[in-house]
Structures are given as C-alpha cells and as structure tokens.
C-alpha cells in the first residue's frame, strides 16, 4: 500500500512538471479582454487571442526580462487570414527608455493555401528598419510550433521550433548599440493590419470569417532573469545570472556549425525580403551591421 502511495505521488509530481506554469502565473491580458478564450480541460495551459472588427486583443508579461532564453508556442489563424497580424515579441518600458528596444515576430496572414509570412525585425535604441521576411516550411495552422528568442550579451537568435531563422550580433564596435541593458516585456497579440500585411494591402480581411483566433500554450520564461524593478541591483542581479546561466555560456556565444547550416538554409530557400539587399532604402549603402547577419 505504501509503495502504491509513493508511485503515485511520484507520478503525480511528474504530471505537475510536465504541464508547467499557468498562463496567468507571468501574464496578463493587456487588451481585448472580451476576445480572449482559456480552451482545453486545463484551464491556463493555453490561451487563443481573436479578432474581429471591432477589436483585436493581445497579452503581456508581468515583468520584464534582460537576457535569456524565453519562447512559446503558437498555432496560428487557419483558412483565409488575409488581412490579420499575429505577433509575439519582446519591447522595453518606453515611458522608461524613450529610444526602446524591441524583438519582433509579426505572423502576416494570408489567404487559403497560400504560405504564411514570418516577419522579424530588431530596434535598437529607437531605430528599427531591419525587417526581414521568410516563408515558413511548415502549415503553422496545423498545429502548435515553438518560436523562442535567445539573447545573450554577443548575439541574439531568433528560433523556430529549435531552428535558427535569424541572428543579430553585437556589433557594438560598428557603431550599432546593442541590447544590453534595457529589460524588455514579452507581447502577443492579434490585430487589424489589413491596410499593409497582406500583398502590401492589396488583399483585405473578410469579415464574415470572423473571428479570427490565434492559440498560444508551453510559456517559457523560466530560463531568463526577470527584473521587478529598474534598480542597479536587479540589472546587477541579472548580469550575474547571465555569466552563470547556460544561455551566457559557450557553445551559446557564438554560431554553431548547426546553426550556421540553419542559416544558410533559410537565405537560400526561404528568405523573401531582407533590408540589407534593400540598398535603395539606404542609399545604396548597406547599414554596416549586415556584413554579419549571414554566415
């Protein structure tokens, strides 16, 4: 009887990790509360954000994080989602950093049968154009695929489902400010963006498919310092967990041969726009930290 009683603790604790944290242990609904749906048996573990034409909605993070290796996981609108912009990404305090930092997912929905847009981007101190564009290899409305960012003080890695689609490095040397002090909030939201995301605006939203619902379940924060306040202590605090973390650590410095070969794959068979070739955007001069964003 005992021994029954152990091994159903046990299995019972091995449940509770497996499920891992509720939506609302790190966030919160930060608009559209009246479009937002806990689906499932296990209420928290996941979260679908809608649309409709009146309002999109979307959620954030309690607390901010300075560097670390954060993701989720997102099934995407199905059917015709023309018109429609899922998003998931970091941003800093703007009332605290008016030049904030920023690291974009932006999902540019479609109509049926047509690939899905991924669209990222990188503000650094205010200054963003740095859009790049890929297709995605997969159906992302079939089911829930990861999309992380690691971020460390050399490089920051933009993933999907553990595969590296984009890199910006610390290029500091080059006269590009890097990331590395401004903690930033994570964001997800659906919304409106019918005037510009699909075909440049060319393809608007039908409305009559509304609403329109993006899912989102596995919040992973636990692997990143999170910061619940803007004093010297707690950026101190995370700075030390960063050189003592694995995402501060070799081999997470540098690009692996693993993920170079990610890269190169991605350039040469998905990529579909990228700022850095856009050189009648910049004068014809590429801004100087492209020379390291492709391997």
């Known amino acids: 009887m005992k021994l029954s009683f152990i091994i159903l603790v046990l299995a019972a604790t091995s449940v509770a990790v497996v499920q891992g944290s509720k939506f609302w242990d790190d966030f919160y609904v930060n608009f559209g509360d009246g479009k937002v749906q806990y689906p499932g048996y296990d209420t928290g573990s996941s979260i679908a954000l809608g649309l409709d034409n009146t309002t999109g909605s979307g959620f954030q993070s309690k607390y901010p994080y300075l560097y670390g290796n954060l993701s989720m996981q997102l099934k995407l609108v199905g059917g015709n989602s023309a018109g429609t912009v899922t998003s998931y990404y ?30 990222t981007n990188v503000f650094s101190e205010g200054v963003g154009n740095r859009e790049q564009r890929i297709y995605l290899w997969f159906d992302p409305t079939a089911d829930y695929h990861q999309y992380g960012i690691l971020w460390n003080q050399d490089l920051i890695l933009f993933l999907v489902d553990s595969r590296v689609i984009r890199v910006f490095h610390n290029a500091a040397d080059l006269g590009i400010p890097y990331l590395d002090y401004q903690p930033m909030y994570i964001y997800s939201s659906i919304w409106n963006g019918e005037s510009w995301a699909t075909c440049g605006g060319g393809v608007k939203t039908d409305w009559s498919l509304q609403p329109f619902l993006a899912s989102y379940t596995n919040f992973n924060v636990w692997n990143a310092c999170e910061m619940r306040d803007y004093t010297q202590s707690s950026s101190h605090a995370c700075f030390e967990k960063l050189y ?7 081999p997470n410095l540098a690009l692996t041969q693993s993920q170079i070969d990610d890269l190169r794959w991605i350039k040469y068979n998905y990529v579909i726009y990228d700022y850095c070739t856009d050189l009648k955007r910049f004068n014809w001069t590429a801004p100087p930290e492209c020379a390291r964003n492709w391997p």
């Open 244 to 250: 003592s973390s694995s995402y501060g650590q070799a």
């Open 90 to 119: 970091m941003a800093s305090d703007r009332t605290q950093y008016p030049k904030w930092c920023e690291l974009d997912f932006e999902f540019l929905g479609n109509t049926s049968g047509e690939p899905y847009i991924l669209q």
